[in-house]
């Protein structure tokens, strides 16, 4: 939980908007200060999850050159990317602690 914490909130600038345990063994942090929300949820009773899914998670970023040299110079490599599939749209992907698949956009006017 702390590694998958400070990626959201360093990388990604989140805000702990609330953190709290419902039970002994688990623990629940909410990301975010608009409507949507980042849940990160710790529970001791479940095992390995699998993150091979296609699913991932999008976030805009005004320059896609910058946030790449940010993530490396803090050890996060690209995962896959970048991708240029149309002249306005330029993305990647990175992974967090967990593995899940953050999607970085720079969409151009």
Aim: proline share 7%; glycine share 6%.
């Amino acid at each position: 939980m702390e590694k998958s914490l400070e990626f959201y909130t360093k990388v990604l600038n989140l805000k702990i908007d609330r953190k709290y345990s419902p039970a002994p063994h688990m623990e629940l942090a909410f990301l975010g200060d608009g409507e949507t929300k980042v849940e990160l949820i710790r529970d001791n009773t479940e095992g390995a999850v699998n993150l091979e899914a296609p699913v991932s998670m999008g976030f805009r970023t005004d320059s896609l050159d910058k946030k790449m040299e940010e993530l490396e110079s803090m050890g996060i490599p690209v995962a896959e990317g970048p991708f240029q599939p149309t002249p306005n749209i330029r993305f990647f992907y990175a992974k967090d602690p967990d593995g899940m698949k953050i999607q970085f956009v720079e969409q151009k006017s």
